[in-house]
Each structure stands twice: as C-alpha cells, then as structure tokens.
C-alpha cells in the first residue's frame, strides 16, 4: 500500500502493522478492517476516513486529525490518543478500553455503546456527544445541563459551556467579571447561573 506524508514524499508498505505513519496524509482513505495495531500515527491526518472495524489496538495516535472519521466497531484499546481530533468522528461499538484520551476533542462524536472502561479521559471535550449505551471507566461522572441557552456538559476534571472548555478550578473559581470576554451577556449569564453550575461541579468531582 503506498502512503503519501504531509511533506510530500511517499512510501510503499507491505505491511500497516507496527508501520510509522506518523504525519501521514490520510485523509479519505479506505482503511475498513486495516491491521494498524501498535502502528505510529502521530499527527496523521485521518479525516474522513473509513476505519470500521479496523484494529488499532496500541496505536500512538496522539495529535491525529480523525475528525469525522468513520470508526465504528474499531478496536482502539490501549491506544494513544491523547489531544486526538475526534470531532464528529463515529465511534459507535468501538472499544476504547485502556486507550488514552487526555484533551482528546470528541466534541459531537458519536460514542454509542462504545467501551470506554479503563481509558483516561482526563481533560477530554464531550461537549455534544452522543453518549447512551457508552461504558465509561468506574467512578467517572458526566452530567448535561441546560440554562439560559447554553449547553453545559460537566466532567470529574473539566466542564464545557457552548464552547468554552476549562478546568473545573477555574469555573469554580470566576467572577462574572472574569467570564465577561467570552460573550455577549456572558456576565450576565454566570451572575444568575453560577451558583447551580457549581454545586454540579462539586457534586461531580466528587470521588
């Protein structure tokens, strides 16, 4: 299989098995049931690609593009995707268990019934996704809320409201002062807010 890299340059593959693809330009490309385990796919870019039912167990995967890519029913335990493009990706079915996820962007990415036991989540975006039948790993607490509006998603370390994605701390400790740059009413917003969104935090962060 020939491979083109973002830099230009191409290279014939016998084997996707443990191949260093990282930075490779993928984009589009049909991969449905590709062997990639332990493959190097750093800061590939995967957009739109066709990854159903592809192994991709123990991939480095970290600062790919797979935004809306299709991997659905994909084998992606024990992965590496921390700060992954995942954004409207489809992950229906596709076990995650063990993968890393820190800041990965799964922000309006379809997890239904996806295995997401033992991952880190730690800093992740979820805004958006579609979460029912998921399996998230033990003791990991998601909550939605809606007010005024804005569309609030609460994780054990961050939450996202429309799309400002912070750490707990800092939610739990601005003014409406300091929210006020985000958006028009933001001030406004946060003074008759505030208190609610927080006891939420507080209730989720709890172990």
């Not at 385990?37 to 957009?47: E, F």
């Not at 600062?63 to 409207?88: M, V």
């Not at 707990?168 to 003074?191: F, H, I």
Request: aromatic share 6%; charged share 20%.
């Amino acid at each position: 299989m020939k491979i083109t890299f973002l830099d230009g340059h191409t290279t014939e593959f016998k084997t996707l098995r443990n191949a260093d693809l990282s930075g490779a330009d993928l984009s589009g490309a049909d991969l449905y049931g590709a062997n990639l385990r332990d493959a190097d796919l750093r800061d590939a870019d995967l957009r739109r690609a066709d990854l159903h039912d592809a192994n991709l167990s123990g991939a480095n995967l970290s600062r790919a593009d797979l935004s809306c890519a299709d991997l659905s029913c994909a084998d992606l335990s024990a992965a590496n995707l921390s700060y992954a493009n995942l954004s409207d990706a489809t992950l229906g079915g596709a076990s995650l268990s063990g993968a890393d996820l820190r800041c990965a962007d799964l922000s309006c990415a379809n997890l239904s019934c996806a295995d997401l036991s033992c991952a880190n989540l730690s800093a992740a975006n979820l805004s958006g996704a579609a979460i029912g039948g998921a399996v998230f790993p033990a003791g990991f607490r998601i909550a939605r809320l809606d007010f005024g509006g804005w569309t609030i998603l609460v994780t054990p370390t961050h939450t996202t409201i429309g799309c400002q994605h912070h750490p707990n701390e800092k939610w739990l400790q601005w003014t409406p002062r300091n929210v006020e740059p985000m958006d028009d009413g933001a001030s406004v917003w946060w003074s008759r807010h505030r208190e609610a969104v927080c006891a939420v935090i507080r209730d989720v962060m709890q172990t």
